[in-house]
């Protein structure tokens, strides 16, 4: 196989869960509720990428995480998931849709027998699809396009009489909080084109919280799930899968209104990654893939941990000029942007929610601001210098990984 090329397979498995493992309905009580109905199924979808001998398995999950609380040991827990892979790495991400069950131990729902059940047969069903995509390998030719969505995502932290509040307390959103930064709107897409000129699969990167349908009881994959939907639809863009990037304080202008707000948020982004298919340019390099576990501080006060630390897991996946970032967790824009500056690629993507969830990421400035995302709970645990110690990890692996391509 030449440099230009390389191999790509695809499997998908629905992951729907029985209704009485609910949703979420509220991290600081720890509660929440049995689902009443299936808006959307919930998927499991892999990419399998071959080049030169290294393998690697691309995951998106549409569930709101995984956690140590809820899998046990996450190396125990993904030793069967890998092994579907011989010499191969499996990169898990999540598209952190609120209206999956409750996968991140903030309620006691992981506890439930019916809940150990379906995570086992999770479990299983991506082992069967990793194996699936990588029995379905053929060459490939990369393509990627640059463009951005306006008026679907802001930054979600706002003053308000002294205090930080989330912007979904101050809806209907107007133009001025709109336009207040950071919030990262570009879309990037990623096509797998084989030999024939068919499109394998279409991966899509944006960062917005999936929050469109948050606390209403109806099992949907969201946005991310409309997006797939409607590429799909078209039959000219292979599976769909979305990576959600940093979006720990990005939200829609439209938290918990409905189903509709949620479809026209991914046939949105679809009518966006169609319109970039012009302006694509050929990724041309060998693939290569880095993976590093790291270990951050926790902050003084959290009794429900037993160590100081707690294990993140980082990858660096490159393809030429292009590389993409996995991070654990719920980092803010601005980690995302630290990274992508300092990154030596022409190209860098950083996707949030990969692996065992370790909370938010937020910046030290953020932790003197204050707000839901810096209270310490289960939701939030780490302290204020580990985005920083995430972020020189991160760059010291691309600039490895680029002698590598």
Request: aromatic share 6%.
């Amino acid at each position: 196989m030449d440099k230009m090329k390389l191999e790509v397979g695809t499997a998908w498995a629905d992951i729907t869960p029985p209704l009485e493992l609910g949703l979420l309905t509220s991290s600081v009580k720890g509660t929440y509720e049995p689902f009443l109905s299936v808006r959307s199924p919930l998927k499991a979808k892999v990419v399998a990428i071959k080049s030169q001998g290294a393998v690697v398995a691309l995951v998106s999950l549409d569930l709101l995480g995984l956690t140590e609380t809820v899998v046990g040991d996450w190396n125990h827990f993904k030793e069967p998931i890998n092994e579907a892979l011989p010499g191969g790495t499996v990169i898990i991400t999540c598209t952190h849709t609120h209206n999956a069950p409750e996968s991140v131990g903030l309620s006691p729902l992981y506890e439930l027998p019916r809940f150990k059940t379906w995570l086992a047969d999770l479990r299983n069903a991506l082992i069967t699809a990793i194996t699936c995509a990588s029995a379905s390998l053929r060459p490939c030719k990369v393509r990627f396009a640059v463009s951005s969505l306006q008026d679907y995502s802001l930054q979600r932290r706002i003053a308000n009489a002294g205090h930080v509040v989330l912007s979904d307390s101050m809806q209907p959103i107007s133009k001025h909080l709109m336009d207040r930064q950071p919030v990262d709107r570009r879309v990037r897409t990623m096509r797998f084109i084989d030999d024939q000129a068919d499109t394998v699969a279409t991966v899509v990167h944006t960062a917005c919280h999936p929050v469109h349908e948050m606390c209403l009881p109806q099992v949907s994959a969201d946005f991310p799930g409309d997006l797939c939907a409607a590429l799909e639809r078209t039959g000219e863009t292979g599976m769909a899968l979305f990576l959600n990037g940093a979006a720990g304080d990005v939200n829609p202008p439209t938290v918990s209104m409905g189903a509709a707000y949620a479809v026209a948020h991914g046939n949105a982004l679809a009518e966006v990654a169609r319109r970039a298919i012009p302006e694509e340019q050929v990724v041309d390099g060998t693939l290569v893939c880095l993976s590093r576990e790291i270990a951050l501080p926790v902050r003084q006060g959290v009794d429900w941990l037993s160590s100081s630390t707690v294990d993140a897991c980082l990858h660096v996946l490159a393809f030429g000029p292009l590389a993409i970032v996995f991070l654990p967790g719920e980092p803010f824009t601005e980690v995302s942007n630290a990274i992508e500056h300092a990154s030596p690629y022409k190209l860098t993507v950083v996707v949030a929610y990969g692996e065992s969830s370790i909370g938010y990421l937020p910046t030290a400035s953020a932790f003197d601001d204050g707000g839901y995302e810096t209270e310490t709970g289960r939701w939030s645990y780490l302290a204020p210098g580990a985005a920083v110690i995430v972020q020189q990890e991160t760059i010291a692996m691309l600039k490895e990984s680029i002698q590598s391509v």
